[in-house]
């Protein structure tokens, strides 16, 4: 599109403004399934037989469980907006705007620990396959290249961004999905008993394996949060929520059942579980195919983990609660300088290295987003319930409490220091909320 731009009341200069494409069902979809399947399933198993032996499976599917609830309030809270935001613009429209602030306060402050800590962890992954990168100067080097790669993917736009999301997303997925298909095949029923050793089995133990392996599951916020992106949210969110979840739980399931299989009680004692197991099968060809899923997987979550960061000072910028300097667009229709911001922000974090305490607890702070995000179906279905919604949940108000109350159960099995600094940040907005809220929407 042109706009003619008077110059001096005689001349005019045609200025060309490229409209913000919008992503579609597809790319939404291979979105949110990026942003969930990262490091975290090349490192689950071995933690997963470490802490309860074969029976880890069923572990992950109760995690599943909890994620699908948690998925399935998120659907039916986005099927009522279509702004960008997720949890922040639920627990604003459901509690007011201190509840809301809070959330994405919180929720912005982990995202950007979280952006900085996937560089840290992609250089380390180069690490591990080129040991001659193995120092402070080469892993800074790196962390800086893979933000400012990724910033500058992210200002060209949606169309850029989409194409490289896709793409990656695919890559990715392809070397689990020939180690999935090969791997069924060395399975020996054997290794799967006993299914709960009598070392793992005591008092609680449960609890503690689906609170670890719980953490691999997180990042099914990130879909919702890009809503305004979307070309038709209202409609695409609610089935993509659904699709991602089942997706990336078989996917789980189907590599830690292939790496008991295959490994036995010696998976509990390797660091690379997919890679060892790939190579017993099939040689230095798997580990190699392995290492490469490693770097295309933390790459891929580092992306979408950038695309989706900014838009939470946007959010909330738009509503007066972040300077609104973070809402301005460039000729691609992105948020230029929200998108700067976080980079940077992100890479102080990676090359800083003190984020190491904050990473362990950055998942502990997502329930942050989500308790309040299942509450506020509850809340929505009595302030809203003459708004048209395009999706409901089934059984009443049975599976947000189910999700409220395990979510809670789970947290109760943290450690106390865990917790303090999960939600440390909480504390932290409230200076911040009362010196902005004049401004608020």
Known sequence: MKQAVAMGGTKTKDITVVKSKKMGFWTVLLFGINSIIGSGIFLLPNEGMRLFGPASIFVLAF???????????????????????????????????????????????????????LYVGFATAVAGVFPQLNTTFDKDIIVTV??????????????????????????????????????????????????????????????????????????????????????????????????????????YILVQAVCIGVLGTSLAKTTTPIQTAFGSMVGDFGKYLVAAGTLMSIGGVGFSTSFITPRFGVAMAENGM???VLTRKNRYGVP?????????????????????????????????????????????????????????????????????????????QTSLSNLIWGFGALLVAVPFYFMTRKNFK
């Open 146 to 251: 893979m933000a400012l790669t990724l910033m500058t993917v992210n200002l060209f736009g949606i169309k850029v961004a989409s194409f490289l999301n896709n793409t990656v997303t695919v890559s990715k997925l392809l070397p689990l999905i020939v180690f999935i298909a090969i791997g069924i095949w060395f399975i020996k029923g054997s290794n799967f008993t006993p299914m709960i050793p009598a070392s793992v089995g005591s008092h609680g133990s449960f609890a503690k394996a689906a609170m670890t392996m719980f953490f691999v599951f997180t990042g099914i916020e990130s879909s919702v949060v890009a809503a305004g992106e979307m070309q038709n949210p209202k409609k695409d969110l609610p089935r993509v929520l659904i699709i991602v979840i089942l997706v990336v739980a078989a996917f």
């Open 63 to 117: 995690d599943a469980l909890l994620v699908l609830s948690i998925g399935l309030c998120f659907a039916e809270d986005s099927s009522l907006f279509d702004e960008t935001g997720g949890a922040y613009v639920y627990a604003k429209a459901a509690f007011g705007n201190f509840v809301g602030y809070e959330v994405g306060f919180v929720t912005w402050t982990i995202r950007i620990i979280a952006e900085g800590t």
């Open 336 to 412: 230029h300088i929200a998108i700067i911001i976080s980079a940077l922000l992100g890479l102080i974090v990676a090359v800083s290295g003190s984020f190491n305490t904050l990473v362990q607890i950055s998942a502990v702070s997502r329930f942050a987003q989500y308790i309040p995000s299942c509450l506020a179906v509850l809340v929505f279905r009595k302030t809203m319930k003459d708004r048209k919604s395009g999706f409901k949940l089934p059984f009443g108000w049975v599976i947000p409490v189910f999700a409220i109350l395990v979510s809670l159960w789970l947290l109760v």
């Open 322 to 324: 972040m300077p609104k």
